[in-house]
C-alpha cells in the first residue's frame, strides 16, 4: 500500500497503521499517542457576548423652521388702537389711529426679501427718521401725499407718530409691528 514496503516480519501488524498514521499526517501534529494533551496553564478571559446590530435606524428628518407666530395673528383690526404685530400679505390694508396723522397702511407687495407699503399722510406736518427705502411722493389733485416705503426684515421706520419694524418676511408675507413713536 502506498508504495511503502511493509516488513511484517519485523513489527506486530497492529503498529503499521499507527506509523503510517504519524508519518503522513501533517507536522503540525504534535504527538502521535492516544493521551490527552497537558492542561494549558495559561488563562483566558471569557469571551463578550457576541453583539447584536439591529438595522440602523433611519434618520428622523429635521424639523421643518418654524415661522414666527405675531401677536396678534392677521387680526389686522388689532393696530387700529396704535399698538400691534401682525402678519400681512399683498393688498393688506392695516387700520391706524389717527393722532398718527397718517391713514391706513396698504402692503403692495412682499416678496422674498422685502415688503412694499403705501403710507398716506394725513397732516401737513411729517417728519421721518428713515430706516426703510421710502419716498415721498407730493399730493396732487385727487391723493393726498404718501410714503412709499421699502422694508427689509429687521428694518424700521418712524413716520409722524408711528414707529413700524418688519420682524419678518417669509412665504409671501411679513410680520409688521407698530407701536406709537417715542
Known sequence: MFGI???????PSK???RLLACLLLPPMLTSCSSNPPPPSRTTTSPSPPPTTSSAPASPTP???????VPRDGTKLRSCADGTCEVRVRERAKVPLPRRFGIG????TGVEDDTITMVVPLTRSKFES???C????????????????LTCRS????????????????TD???????????
Open 5 to 11: 514496503p511493509m516488513p511484517s516480519s519485523r513489527l
Open 15 to 17: 503498529v503499521w497503521p
Open 62 to 68: 429635521s424639523p421643518t423652521p418654524s415661522r414666527p
Open 104 to 107: 391706513p397702511i396698504r402692503v
Open 129 to 131: 427718521d428713515g430706516g
Open 133 to 148: 427705502s421710502a419716498t415721498l411722493i407730493g399730493s396732487s389733485a385727487d391723493a393726498p401725499a404718501h410714503w412709499d
Open 154 to 169: 429687521a428694518e424700521k421706520v418712524t413716520i409722524n407718530q408711528m414707529t413700524l419694524t418688519v420682524t419678518d418676511i
Open 172 to 182: 409671501k408675507a411679513a410680520i409688521i409691528r407698530i407701536r406709537p413713536a417715542k
